[in-house]
């Protein structure tokens, strides 16, 4: 079992920057491959970047791709998302989730965070 805790939301302008931690406060995330996922307000939730165990490939959305990165600590149980250059359409809450292998799909992930609220003003 593991339990997974995001941080790092807030309010930002648009251009601005900010990078999403999620942990494991239970169990370890080493040995699975980790997404992040958004969804908006009245929105399905869509998958935004993934990360395989290794943290060596990695899989983004288009929308994100060039302003986005993934990337993992796996001594500290630790998976980021960096996101730059932001745009109001990135509002959105974030979750992070774990998953046997790297996929683009929520339904191959067994374990997921709260989420963590991320917004862009323009």
């Known amino acids: 079992q593991v339990q997974l805790v995001e941080s790092g939301g807030g309010l930002v302008q648009a251009g601005g920057s900010l990078r999403l931690s999620c942990s494991a406060s239970?169990?370890?995330?080493?040995?699975?491959?980790m997404g992040w996922f958004r969804q908006a307000p009245g929105k399905e939730r869509d998958f935004v970047a993934t990360v395989n165990w290794t943290g060596r490939v990695a899989y983004y959305a288009d929308s994100v791709k060039g302003r986005f990165t993934i990337s993992r600590d796996n001594a500290r149980d630790t998976v980021y998302l960096q996101m730059n250059s932001l745009k109001p359409e990135d509002t959105a809450v974030y979750y992070c989730?774990?998953?046997?292998?790297?996929?683009?799909?929520?339904?191959?992930?067994?374990?997921w965070g709260q989420g963590t609220q991320v917004t862009v003003s323009s």
């Open positions: 239970r169990g370890t995330i080493s040995s699975y491959a």
């Open positions: 989730a774990a998953a046997p292998r790297s996929s683009k799909m929520t339904g191959e992930y067994n374990y």
